[in-house]
């Protein structure tokens, strides 16, 4: 089993769309979640953490329930620069690797 | 912020060569630099953790002679692939924790072995 599961997509979206993305995580003693957003051929960069109070900036909606080892992201109000593949990233504790889920891809369409 | 500096972007190498990727961080001291591959339409594996002044640490499946990695001071990390072939072409990427920014990533090495 992989330690981090997403659906790979793509989710074709029309601009003004909600979308959500859902993730899974094998190690349950995992302490930090986060989402990253990766261009094509470009380094991944940090969308946001994830607390488990759940957390909200801007258009992006975060969720993690640690009893089903699960995070979402909700993206209201779809941009077309929101079309990349976004990572579910886990990490034990700090300073220790981030693992990667293979990621999910988004294409929002005008 | 923090800002991990890798070079080169992109390169192009013979079958048989070496390369060097550098990562160096401009405004904090890395102790530790983890190294991903990532092949296409796939995740960020990680190959390697380098730790200033001692050795590396290798992931399973993951050949310590053929990427040679350096951690000789605080803000300089390399990663050489040896004796390269084309089933090392592939995305290489650094990142560095960092206590104020989290992790940071170089914008990543495009290697393709022709």
């Known amino acids: 089993r992989k330690e981090v599961e997403q659906d790979p997509g793509p989710f074709n979206v029309p601009e003004g769309a909600t979308v959500a993305f859902n993730c899974t995580y094998s190690?349950?003693?995992?302490?930090?979640f986060f989402w990253y957003r990766q261009d094509c051929r470009k380094e991944p960069k940090l969308l946001m953490s994830?607390?488990?109070s759940g957390n909200e900036d801007g258009r992006f909606t975060a969720q993690l329930n640690r009893a089903s080892q699960y995070i979402s992201l909700l993206i209201r109000d779809s941009k077309l620069s929101d079309s990349a593949t976004y990572l579910c990233?886990?990490?034990?504790?700090?300073?220790?690797?981030?693992?990667f889920g293979a990621g999910t891809i988004l294409r929002v369409k005008s | 912020g923090a800002v991990v500096s890798q070079h080169p972007s992109w390169v192009i190498c013979k079958s048989g060569t070496s390369v060097k990727i550098e990562c160096r961080s401009l405004?904090?001291?890395?102790?530790?630099m983890f190294w991903y591959r990532q092949f296409p339409k796939q995740s960020l594996m990680l190959m390697a953790t380098?730790?200033?002044?001692?050795?590396?640490?290798?992931e399973q499946g993951v050949e310590k002679d053929k990427f040679l990695i350096n951690h000789a001071s605080l803000t300089l990390s390399t990663l050489t692939v040896t004796s390269a072939h084309p089933e090392d072409s592939s995305f290489y990427i650094c990142?560095?924790?960092?206590?104020?920014?989290?992790?940071?990533f170089g914008s990543g090495t495009r290697l393709t072995v022709v």
């Open positions: 990142s560095a924790p960092d206590s104020t920014y989290g992790y940071t």
């Open positions: 190690n349950s003693a995992s302490q930090s």
């Open positions: 994830v607390y488990s």
């Open positions: 990233v886990v990490n034990m504790e700090y300073g220790n690797k981030l693992v």
């Open positions: 405004d904090f001291q890395a102790t530790t």
């Open positions: 380098s730790n200033e002044g001692s050795k590396a640490t290798y």
